[in-house]
């Protein structure tokens, strides 16, 4: 422990704001008591002891009427202004805790606005600003391919190009490249079979993004396509094998395959690409480095470090360079091929930044909402202190003065509103991280310079936008007026009221804004949830298995793992049918090819259709209905039968508006070699949608046996809840493979609530903000309305004794109050039109003019 | 005339009386929030003895420094006759306004305050 001392910036302040004479016996005291308080109380206790005491102490001894000081206004020197202001906090502090009801109004207003701000700035700081955890991650990006004839935006590379491009490149220092899709495999523990997620990486991954091992070494450029090496993750290491500190040099079992651990990374280390345990490298894929699949098969990201004095264009310029050469030198497979580079934060970010932009707009929305409720609390706070303004005017308060100490008002009650805010938002963001879907799960709170800044800042500007305007009206006091008619004054407050009625009509316009977007939200959600998904999602469970590698090592020996244990499954009570293939319904497509018909005659092809593979049962486990032809069956699965495939409806209509398919066969290649697979067409299906909002499109679908995926995915129909097989499931699965744990494991209708999860979460964010952007319009209307009654009781009461019916009064009452906020209203609506562009991506089927929503969202 | 006392002013002055050589700061500070449970800060206390010394009720002389107030002198305070005047007037004054009257405080200050 240091030695105690008294904290430093209140001894200071002390010294700055204390009359001068008082300082030394004040702080004198204070030490004195601190000492003897440290002890008992403990650190922090005493830390706080002596701010609560200098802040009050500043407060107490700041006594204009009878301190021995001049008064601040007059005080020469350097500390003079700090004086003053200490002054005008200790004054407003005081007005504040006079009007409790008035603060509590105004912090509550802030603390919302604020709140929202914080909780969305936040995740706007996590996912867009943070500097990666890299050396110089502004160096790093990401590189792509991208083709406009097949319609491919920024996908994946294939290796065959990135070992051009890192030959030939100059504004690279090094690029390296990760398998783009990682799998989840059996990891042996001591305590039994784990589920570890598997990254492939390139030799130099590690050393371009610049981040040593914690122990041992990471791959070296020679080992790309070399098996049997690990490195292990720090969570792996801690909660696999025990934090084992020798664990380098050992040989542990991964994927049913002995695996020698060269290296742990560092707890700090975050893998940019993918969820991961250990990574390998992708010594499998390179087994085809001879064949046409190394340049046709976009699989693997890369990512470069920029060379010393380039820049991301110059890159870019010289990635499409290369990509140009490459197109001419290998036309078969490279055209229309344009590489290119984006910075790996931006790259990261992705989709997720336009939807973060659109939720702070949003906030920056209610926080405006919030400050105008904060200009109209003071404006009504300033008519009922005209009278005590005026006389302080006459007594020779400069208007400067009385402006200033609004401001200062104002600044307080923005402070406590911030620190409301922070709370609140901070709360809000553990709500988002833990309700929202995967793209924005786990988004954290960092207390950094950036969000510091932006707390600070939107203090301050809310003290701004809330006390300015306030503060210049309220401070223009006529005191002969004022003082002379004394409180006779009956309808005088008729310019303050127009102001007020102005700012309401601006919150009512902001809050339209707000309903209108939640919405379109809405209905958008709600035809998204209304879409069919072409299958049937109850009584369906869904899983994944990875056969380990080691007991089978070829895609035969998978298949007939896959199928064998789906029948068996299929025995079980309870269960109906037992599915097996390459993914679901609404969890995206896998892969996608150009392919040709026999008999479509030279050059003529179709690009880009999407293809997996699926045994029989998936079809009825789902219940896609057989549209034409016949469905998969047992002759099929003879070893010398053609592997048979079905295709969508999808297909049919674009390919084959006037005919039929089946009875045709389809290669996956533009143009037919002597070495082409024909695959017989035997059946048409419907359509099923493998992704929201967007219309299903051409699928070519085989048999199983046409390709085996190293990760099957199961769909078994039930007639009993789904989840309750589980159990049996795993058990089944112990007699195959000892090793393989039954991975993720879900209900159909949970997988298609995760796909509409997006638009569900977009929708309930913007309605929390429509209902806190219309409860905050709603106290500024009331504040309103209420001012207005109190300012005119006089004026109504005169009428009254003079005749008018109550009913005529109330009328031209509220006739005012009505013309404002449909003022509010249609200003509202024009905003709506205006900024309706921004929503227009995040809709589906509702265009963002809808003029049904907007017109009954001010209902 | 001279103003009256308010409520915190004969505390301080009851206790600097109290406390005889030793009233200064912290302790008059101590003494007033151990009798009343009432937080007082430093500069409050240091300011309402300033505004009783500029009226003639108390006087104050600066102590020796004590190391552990880093250098820092203590002020110490005395009641001047006058001081002493006006804090007995205002005990009379109390006294003789609620003499004989404390049972019947005691029964109201302890009605269930609901009804």
Redesign the interface.
């Known amino acids: 422990m240091g030695s105690p001392r008294p904290p430093r910036l209140a001894r200071w302040l002390l010294g700055r704001l204390?009359p001068p004479e008082?300082t030394?016996?004040?702080?004198?005291?204070?030490?004195?008591?601190w000492?003897r308080y440290r002890r008992p109380a403990g650190r922090v206790r005493a830390w706080a002891w002596y701010w609560a005491?200098t802040m009050?102490?500043?407060?107490?001894?700041r006594?204009t009427e009878?301190s021995?000081t001049p008064t601040p206004d007059r005080v020469p020197g350097p500390g003079a202004r700090l004086v003053a202001l200490a002054g005008d906090l200790r004054f407003a502090w005081r007005t504040l805790r006079r009007s409790p009801g008035y603060a509590a109004a105004a912090l509550l207003t802030l603390g919302i606005g604020i709140g929202a701000s914080v909780a969305i700035f936040s995740a706007v700081n996590d996912v867009l600003l943070r500097p990666l955890p890299f050396p110089d991650p502004s160096r790093l990006g990401a590189l792509w391919e991208s083709n406009v004839q097949r319609d491919w935006h920024q996908v994946e590379a294939a290796p065959a190009n990135i070992e051009d491009w890192r030959a030939r490149t100059t504004t690279f220092s090094d690029i390296a490249f990760a398998n783009g899709f990682p799998q989840a495999v059996s990891l042996m523990t001591d305590e039994g079979p784990a589920r570890a997620v598997v990254a492939e990486v390139s030799g130099t991954l590690f050393q371009v993004l610049g981040v040593p091992p914690m122990l041992g070494r990471t791959f070296r450029d020679d080992e790309t396509y070399q098996p049997g090496l690990v490195v292990l993750s720090y969570a792996t290491w801690r909660l696999h094998f025990g934090a084992d500190p020798s664990i380098v040099g050992r040989t542990i079992r991964l994927d049913g395959r002995p695996h020698e651990v060269i290296g742990v990374m560092g707890p700090e280390f975050v893998y940019p690409i993918s969820e991961a345990d250990v990574w390998r490298t992708p010594a499998a894929m390179g087994a085809r480095r001879q064949s046409i699949w190394w340049r046709q098969a976009h699989v693997v990201r890369p990512i470069g470090r920029l060379a010393p004095g380039a820049s991301f264009a110059q890159a870019d310029a010289e990635l499409r360079a290369i990509s140009a050469d490459l197109e001419r030198e290998h036309p078969d497979t490279n055209t229309g091929m344009v590489g290119g580079v984006t910075p790996l934060r931006t790259f990261l970010a992705g989709d997720r930044r336009a939807t973060l932009l659109l939720f702070l707009g949003a906030v920056g929305v209610l926080q405006l909402i919030a400050c105008a409720n904060l200009a109209n609390l003071m404006l009504a706070r300033a008519t009922g202190r005209e009278q005590e303004l005026a006389v302080r005017a006459a007594l020779g308060a400069g208007r400067a003065r009385l402006v200033r100490q609004t401001l200062v008002e104002s600044l307080l009650l923005a402070a406590g509103g911030t620190a409301i805010g922070l709370a609140l938002g901070v709360a809000g963001l553990q709500a988002i991280a833990a309700v929202s879907p995967a793209d924005l799960a786990g988004v954290a709170f960092h207390l950094d310079v950036r969000m510091a800044a932006f707390a600070i800042g939107l203090c301050l500007a809310s003290a701004m936008l809330g006390g300015l305007w306030p503060a210049w009206r309220g401070t223009r006091v006529d005191p002969v007026r004022h003082i002379r008619d004394g409180a006779r004054s009956g309808t005088a407050g008729r310019e303050r009221l127009f102001a007020a009625n102005a700012v309401v009509a601006f919150e009512v316009a902001m809050a339209v804004l707000l309903v209108s977007a939640a919405g379109l939200l809405v209905r958008s959600f709600d035809r998204i949830h209304r879409i069919d998904p072409g299958v049937d999602v109850s009584h369906v469970l869904t899983f994944q298995v990875h056969p380990s590698t080691g007991e089978f090592p070829n895609a035969g020996a998978r298949a007939g793992f896959g199928i064998n244990f789906a029948r068996e499954i299929q025995t079980l009570p309870g269960v109906e049918v037992a599915g097996v293939g390459r993914g679901l319904p609404l969890t995206g497509y896998a892969w996608s090819s150009d392919f040709t018909i026999e008999g479509w005659g030279p050059g003529r092809f179709g690009l880009g259709v999407r293809h997996r593979e699926e045994m029989p049962e998936y079809f009825q486990a789902l219940r896609v209905p057989l549209v034409a032809g016949r469905m998969f069956d047992d002759r099929d699965l003879a070893p010398d039968a053609p592997v048979p495939v079905v295709v969508n409806q999808a297909f049919v209509d674009r390919y084959f508006p006037d005919a039929s398919p089946v009875g045709r066969r389809v290669t996956f290649d533009r143009e037919a070699t002597a070495d082409s697979y024909w695959y017989p067409i035997v059946g048409v299906v419907g359509n099923e949608r493998k992704d929201l909002p967007t219309a299903p499109v051409p699928e070519i679908i085989a048999h199983l046996r046409g390709d085996v995926p190293s990760t099957l995915t199961f769909a078994v129909r039930t007639a009993v809840p789904p989840l309750s097989i589980v159990p049996q499931i795993r058990d089944v699965l112990a007699s195959y493979d000892r090793e393989a744990p039954l991975l993720a494991v879900r209900t159909m209708e949970q997988v298609a609530a995760e796909a509409s999860a997006p638009a569900r979460f977009a929708m309930t964010l913007f309605g929390a903000f429509a209902v806190a952007a219309l409860l905050l319009a709603a106290i500024g209307v009331y504040g309103v309305a209420n001012q207005a009654a109190r300012a005119r009781t006089r004026e109504v009461g005169i009428r009254i004794a003079l005749g008018a019916q109550g009913p005529t009064v109330v009328r031209q009452l509220m006739r005012r109050g009505a013309w404002f906020c449909g003022a509010g209203l249609a200003a509202g609506l024009a905003g709506v039109l205006a900024f309706s562009g921004l929503l227009e991506s995040r809709l589906y089927e509702v265009d963002a003019r809808d003029p049904a929503t907007s017109s009954s969202s001010p209902a | 005339m001279p103003t009256a006392l308010g409520e915190f002013e004969q505390l301080l002055l009851l206790a600097v009386l109290r406390l005889g050589d030793d009233a200064?700061?912290?302790t008059v500070?101590r003494a007033i929030e151990g009798a009343t449970g009432r937080r007082v800060?430093?500069?409050?206390?240091?300011?309402a003895l300033?505004?009783l010394e500029?009226r003639g009720l108390v006087t104050s002389t600066p102590g020796d420094t004590?190391p552990?107030?880093?250098g820092?002198?203590?002020?110490y305070y005395r009641v001047r006759p006058e001081g002493a005047r006006q804090v007995h007037r205002a005990i009379r004054h109390v006294r003789a306004m609620s003499d004989g009257l404390m049972p019947e405080i005691e029964r109201l200050a302890t009605v269930d305050p609901e009804r």
């Open positions: 204390l008082a030394e016996y004040v702080a004198g005291d204070l030490d004195e008591e000492l005491q009050r102490s500043i407060l107490d001894t006594d009878v021995m | 200064y700061g912290v500070r800060s430093a500069g409050a206390v240091y300011t300033g505004r500029a004590v552990e107030r880093t820092m002198r203590r002020r």
